[in-house]
C-alpha cells in the first residue's frame, strides 16, 4: 500500500500494481492504466480481475486503486453521497498524476472504472475531469444527468443490474438517456442485466468483450 500527501494536507493510500518488464535493449512500450474505485464496502473487484495472471497476459496495464479510508468519506462531491466527512477528488487527482509520471503510462490510454459508490465516483470524476480518461466503466452508479455534456470524449460503457434495490436502475438509464440527448461522442454503450441485483460488478467485469473494447480506447 502506497500513500501521497496532497497539496490539501490530506493523505490518500492507494494499492498499485505494475507489471513485471521484460530485460531488453528496446525501451518499453508505454502502458495503459486502470484506476479502479472500491463501493462502500471496500471491495475493489475490478482492481482483482485486472491484476490476474491472464489478464495481464491479455491486457498488460497498471492498476491503481485507492482507498476511500475514513468512513463517510466520498469520492466526489455529490448529493447521492452527501455525509458529514469529505470528498478525496484532490489527492485522489494528485495520486493519479503521481502515478502517470512515475511508471511507464500511456497518457491517452487512462481508463476509470467503479462500483456502486464507485460508480458514482466514476460517474463524478468524468463530469469534473472528462480530458484525463480515455473511457469510463460506471457499475451501478448514478449521476445528475444535468452534466452529461461534460463527459464529452470519454468513451462510456455504463453497466447496472435491474433489479437493484441499493442504487435504482434508473440511475444508469437517465444517465445513458442524457448523455444520448446531448450528443456527447463517442455514443456511450449499455448493458442492463436482467435479474441482477446490487451486485452488478461480478457479471459485469467478467465480459471478456468489456476489457477488449476498454483496452482499444484512446484519448
Not at 115 to 124: A, D, H, N, P, R
Not at 149 to 154: L, R, T
Not at 213 to 218: D, K, N
Request: hydrophobic share 40%; with cysteine.
Amino acid at each position: 500500500m502506497r500513500e501521497l500527501k496532497g497539496s490539501n494536507g490530506h493523505t490518500l493510500r492507494y494499492s498499485l500494481f505494475v507489471p513485471a518488464t521484460k530485460n531488453s535493449d528496446k525501451p518499453a512500450a508505454k502502458l495503459p492504466l486502470v484506476h479502479c474505485l472500491h463501493g462502500a464496502g471496500g471491495g475493489t473487484a475490478a482492481a482483482n480481475v485486472l491484476a490476474a495472471p491472464e489478464m495481464q497476459k491479455k491486457h498488460p496495464c497498471v492498476v491503481m486503486a485507492p482507498a476511500c479510508d475514513i468512513k463517510g468519506n466520498r469520492w466526489v462531491e455529490s448529493t447521492f453521497r452527501a455525509g458529514k466527512n469529505r470528498a478525496v477528488t484532490p489527492e485522489l487527482i494528485e495520486a493519479l498524476d503521481a502515478v502517470v509520471k512515475e511508471q511507464n503510462v500511456d497518457p491517452a490510454r487512462i481508463y476509470l472504472t467503479g462500483q456502486s459508490m464507485g460508480g458514482v465516483g466514476t460517474w463524478g470524476l468524468i463530469a469534473e475531469h472528462a480530458d484525463r480518461f480515455a473511457a469510463a466503466v460506471p457499475v451501478c452508479g448514478v449521476w445528475s444527468p444535468d452534466d452529461a455534456a461534460k463527459m464529452n470524449g470519454v468513451a462510456i460503457w455504463a453497466f447496472h443490474g435491474d433489479k437493484d434495490p441499493t442504487v435504482p436502475v434508473s440511475g444508469s438509464r437517465d444517465m445513458i438517456a442524457a448523455l444520448k440527448k446531448s450528443g456527447v461522442s463517442p455514443e456511450p454503450k449499455y448493458s442492463e442485466l436482467a435479474g441482477v441485483g446490487h451486485g452488478s460488478w461480478g457479471p459485469a467485469y467478467a465480459k471478456a468483450e468489456l476489457w477488449d473494447w476498454l483496452f482499444a480506447q484512446r484519448r
